[in-house]
């Protein structure tokens, strides 16, 4: 048991919801040229038992600062596939070593298709 853990931090996670960023993203030459909305969700499997323990910033992953750098890739960096940006996103992440892995859902708010669709998108998840 990890101090202040109700075991090894296995399942503990760190949640980032509905994370906003314009960025330009997309195979389409309009898609490359004007800035669209993103929304990014984040899970970060991190051991929160040091910090359920001392209630000290220092021994998590600030949560603020992950936003930062995912919205830094997002708004600085250019894809053409969401699948491309969501790995490239999950890299960055994955820097902090004291993140086991990381899941990251991507939607384009406003994809470019003849139809009625609310968003596109995809998740996936790497790790160390």
């Known amino acids: 048991m990890t101090a202040g853990g109700a075991g090894d931090g296995a399942a503990d996670r760190i949640e980032l919801r509905g994370l906003r960023v314009v960025g330009t993203h997309g195979v389409l030459p309009e898609e490359r040229a004007r800035a669209q909305p993103f929304e990014l969700d984040l899970d970060l499997e991190v051991d929160l038992g040091p910090a359920g323990a001392s209630d000290d910033l220092h021994d998590t992953v600030d949560y603020g600062a992950i ?16 699948e491309a940006l969501a790995a490239r996103v999950a890299g960055a992440l994955l820097t902090d070593a004291r993140v086991r892995a ?6 384009k708010l406003r994809p470019p298709v003849p ?11 790497r790790s160390r």
């Open 67 to 82: 936003a930062e750098a995912a919205a830094r890739v997002v708004g600085e960096e250019s894809f053409e596939l969401l």
């Open 102 to 107: 990381v899941t990251v859902s991507v939607r």
């Open 115 to 125: 139809v009625d669709l609310g968003s596109a998108g995809v998740r996936l998840t």
